[in-house]
């Protein structure tokens, strides 16, 4: 079992910066691909990034975001700039066995329980 605890949502103007983290406990965090997604109202899940060794983000925020994950730790962190009021949405941090990225919610086995993010225009 391995839970996913997000941390760091928040209001925020339009061009301003945010970090989410999420902690993870329960498995061997070294051998799991992390992913974060993120839900607006009225919409599907979509992928916004993730991370193995190597990493892969939705082109919405590529250039805007930055996924890193800390193994010592058990985090993987998403660092959020240049906020648009479209990128405002409830953010879940998910976890995939393995290695291999996916931008597939139905993919991940885990997820958090998701942090809101609002960004005003």
């Known amino acids: 079992q391995v839970q996913l605890v997000e941390s760091g949502g928040g209001l925020v103007q339009a061009g301003g910066s945010l970090i989410l983290s999420c902690a993870a406990s329960g498995r061997t965090f070294n051998n799991w691909a992390m992913g974060w997604f993120r839900q607006a109202p009225g919409k599907e899940r979509e992928f916004v990034a993730a991370i193995s060794w190597t990493d892969k983000y939705a082109d919405s925020v590529k250039g805007r975001f930055a996924i890193s994950r800390d193994n010592t730790k058990n985090t993987v962190d998403l660092q959020m700039n240049s906020l648009k009021p479209e990128d405002t949405a409830v953010y879940y941090c998910?976890?995939?066995?393995?290695?291999?990225?996916?931008?597939?919610?139905?993919?991940?086995?885990?997820w958090g329980q998701g942090t809101q993010v609002t960004v005003s225009s």
């Open positions: 998910a976890a995939r066995a393995g290695l291999l990225l996916s931008v597939v919610p139905g993919d991940y086995e885990y």
